[in-house]
């Protein structure tokens, strides 16, 4: 501890230049800790939304066509039906909670206001499957598809759109030219991990989409929920080999629906925000190099502005690994303080970073503990040299120093 005062007092004694010696590494750790914070609270959001998408989902959408050697997109089929749907309930018990759809835009009316929306024809199943909840009201019951009921639920984007602060709840609304009753108002998704807002939506009985609003008897896809993570790829095999086999088709055809990954493409998305994390505090770690650098120019100077006191302590027996230690320490601990002021700039700036410009942070420990670390690593290494060069220093030639 001793060799630790003696290299407070030797730093205080030029305040200014160790306060800008250690800048080099306040600004340095605080960069890594604030840009693993920006790039962890990215990726952490994107969790959220993956899991906002609903676990183990599995979505089978209408595939496309080949005309006369054109082949449409998605969407250009007309054979995914109910019938497909239960089927599938029934037949493959890898896959629970099935729900088919029936989609489109549609405007929507109430009193003086309107919006422009999506609406989607489900089954009650489907708020299992997106791991949905409903704020207030309820979901429509299966009664409800069967009888294709005027009922729908909203989102909160369509719901503060068309009511404000009123409660929806009872209200009838006009979708095109048929009135709704609201049962219903769902909880809030916030963004998909694609950027779309979840909550301009609007849920109706899928029968009701189809028989009075879009006026067809298939449906746009089916969404359903494998009975667990590692079943999915199985489960995808076996709805395959079913609505091939429905669909009577040769083996030479290509499938006429398509089965979506999202979760997939989210956690792509996720681990490249992972990537730019570890890119970004790999850039901002060259501030803590630079820092290192600076600490060894100011340890080089200090050693020849203090070689007479050197050579002094030599002649009254200090050792080459006395003096060595003092210098080290001096380095260590310009490190370590700068560390812990980075560490404080980190935190603050990422708090910052969140506040002034929106941007989802989240301060890892981890990440403070190897900022820490690395702190300190950089003094030592780079305070070795000057520390050696004092302590190799000729005691009599030392003395001579003007």
């Known amino acids: 501890m001793e060799v630790f005062r003696v290299a407070m007092r030797a730093l205080a004694r ?13 600004i340095g750790v605080g960069a890594v800790i604030a840009s693993v914070a920006v790039g962890e609270g990215a990726a952490n959001q994107i969790q959220q939304q993956i899991a906002n998408l609903g676990e183990n989902m599995i979505w089978i959408e209408a595939g496309g066509r080949n005309v006369n050697g054109v082949r449409t997109g998605s969407y250009g089929t007309k054979t995914l039906t109910m019938a497909d749907a239960r089927a599938i309930q029934e037949q493959i018990p890898l896959v629970t909670n099935v729900s088919p759809h029936a989609d489109t835009n549609a405007q929507v009316i109430y009193g003086g206001q309107n919006w422009y929306t999506w609406l989607r024809g489900v089954t009650p199943e489907y708020l299992a499957v997106r791991k949905w909840d409903i704020e207030r009201g309820s979901m429509f019951f299966t009664h409800d598809v069967e009888t294709a009921a005027n009922v729908c639920l909203l989102g909160q984007t369509v719901a503060e759109n068309l009511f404000g602060a009123e409660d929806p709840l009872g209200k009838t ?17 916030g963004q998909s991990p694609f950027g779309q807002d979840q909550d301009d939506v609007m849920l109706m009985p899928v029968t009701t989409v189809q028989k009075k609003i879009k006026g067809i008897d298939w449906v746009d896809d089916i969404m359903c929920s494998g009975v667990t993570a590692d ?3 199985a489960a995808e095999q076996q709805i ?11 083996a030479d055809e290509d499938d006429d629906f398509n089965l979506r990954h999202p979760a997939d493409i989210a956690q792509t998305r996720a681990q490249s925000e992972k990537i730019m994390t570890l890119l970004l505090a790999s850039i901002a770690s060259i501030s803590l190099v630079v820092g290192g650098i600076g600490i060894m120019n100011i340890m080089l100077v200090s050693v020849t502005e203090r070689t007479r006191e050197i050579g002094v302590r030599m002649a009254v027996g200090a050792t080459e690994s006395d003096v060595q230690m003092q210098f080290l320490s001096e380095a260590t601990v310009l490190s370590l303080v700068g560390g812990v002021g980075g560490i404080l700039a980190g935190i603050a700036g990422s708090y910052l970073i969140s506040n002034t410009l929106r941007w989802p942070t989240l301060i890892q420990p981890f990440a403070i503990l190897v900022a820490a670390i690395f702190s300190a690593a950089v ?6 040299y000057p520390a050696r060069k004092a302590a190799r220093l000729d005691p009599i030639e030392a003395l001579r120093y003007e």
């Open 14 to 26: 030029n305040k200014m230049r160790s306060a800008l010696t250690m800048l080099g590494i306040i």
């Open 173 to 189: 609304i006009r979708v095109k030219t048929i009135p709704c009753k609201v049962i219903g108002v769902l909880t809030r998704k």
């Open 231 to 233: 079943a999915i790829p």
């Open 240 to 250: 395959t080999s079913l609505l091939r086999e429905r669909h009577h088709m040769r």
């Open 379 to 384: 003094g030592l290494f780079f305070g070795f």
